[in-house]
């Protein structure tokens, strides 16, 4: 697994590959924690193109960084999903709490 972080203007892009679950809980922090405090960010995008795995804790981490990104007031997007992540997005009814986007 691989979390990179980039910051272009006021858009920080999270990229991740690999499985996404418990095991990643600290590494997920470390990446998001700085980018929260940056008050010139208004948006954070996750990529996930590259996930092949996520888990119900991998869940967990996503609404706990959407609920500190919007007392921030930062937008946050999903990204890309894989077709594995975007199914387990989907059974989680995701898509009502979290912008997610396509490539098309």
Known sequence: MGINV??????????????????????????????IEISNIRAIDIEMSQLSHLDSSALGMLMLLNERAK??????????????????????????LFKIKHAN
């Open 6 to 35: 980039q910051i272009r203007d006021s858009v920080a892009r999270i990229t991740m590959s690999g499985r996404f679950d418990f095991q990643l809980h600290r590494d997920f922090k470390e990446a998001y924690t700085p980018v």
């Open 71 to 96: 007392v921030t007031n930062k937008s946050l997007t999903l990204l890309n999903p894989s077709g594995v992540v975007s199914q387990a997005l989907k059974i989680a009814c995701f898509g009502r």
